[in-house]
């Protein structure tokens, strides 16, 4: 792993989850591109040898670890505050770090005596680990100099699902952690638009990762190359004026998916109102 050294002319990126599955491809991605890249996930082991692996396959980037539970906000905070220190500056944030619901959904368990407390652990990953890193991304970008190319602070990019767009009864947990950060990208997406600062999704289908069950385990359904996801990422990083926008990853396909259709005025104007408001 490369020490971290301050390069004001070098972007600096965090992959959350960055040493397995979509992550792992981010990662790869970035370091292609000669980023200084920040991994973080739970496993030391795993992630320094991912760092190595990616400095030594791209000697033009500076790959580090740092090992970080998103569902910790102390944990969290402390790596991106030390990612500051040393860079300056914090340019470009997945927040991509998930977990699936692990088997049959506890929520859907019905032949038990007394209920048992769900496992929300999902929900603390998928969803609340997204809002901690946006959280922080937001605080860091914010002290940036506007790009005088673009105009951007910044730019956030968080790992939905289309499990969040469809109803996914097999894993309703895993569904409502991803229509949820969907929810959020499509509100801060107006909400920074003042700050400079870009925020999307992307909602990917079936991806041969170490969440999705193995390829031989899906014959019948269709798999989304990775090359499609990756493409998804450059669209939305190479224009800085989509923001709020929900990339929907489908076979060959990258699909820009508004929000629902206002069901009346009046809802619209109602919504609208909130916004001037400033609070709701």
Not at 151 to 179: D, E, W
């Amino acid at each position: 792993m490369n020490d971290s050294t301050m390069d004001t002319n070098r972007q600096t990126t965090i992959v959350t989850g960055g040493s397995s599955g979509i992550g792992l491809a981010m990662a790869k991605h970035f370091a292609s591109k000669g980023h200084h890249l920040f991994i973080l996930d739970l496993s030391t082991e795993t992630g320094e040898a991912v760092a190595q692996q990616l400095s030594s396959e791209y000697p033009g980037a500076i790959v580090s670890f740092k090992k970080s539970d998103v569902s910790s906000w102390d944990e969290l905070a402390r790596a991106f505050k030390d990612i500051y220190a040393s860079q300056g500056g914090i340019h470009t944030v997945m927040a991509n770090a998930g977990i699936s619901e692990q088997g049959s959904s506890s929520l859907l368990t019905q032949d038990e005596e007394e209920p048992s407390q769900p496992n929300l652990k999902v929900l603390d990953v998928n969803m609340t680990g997204v809002v901690y890193t946006v959280k922080l991304a937001i605080h860091y970008m914010s002290k940036n100099q506007p790009s005088p190319v673009n105009g951007s602070r910044g730019a956030i990019i968080c790992t939905a699902s289309n499990g969040g767009i469809y109803p996914f009864p097999v894993a309703p947990l895993y569904a409502s952690s991803k229509g949820g950060v969907i929810a959020l990208v499509r509100s801060l997406g107006v909400a920074l638009e003042e700050t400079q600062i870009q925020i999307n999704a992307l909602a990917p289908a079936v991806l041969e990762t170490n969440i999705a069950p193995a390829r031989d385990l899906f014959t019948n359904m269709v798999v989304t190359p990775m090359s499609t996801l990756i493409r998804g990422v450059d669209q939305l990083l190479g224009d800085r004026k989509t923001t709020g926008a929900v990339a929907e990853i489908h076979g060959d396909s990258v699909t820009l998916r508004p929000h629902l259709d206002y069901v009346d005025a009046d809802s619209k104007a109602n919504l609208d109102n909130f916004w001037r408001l400033g609070y709701a």
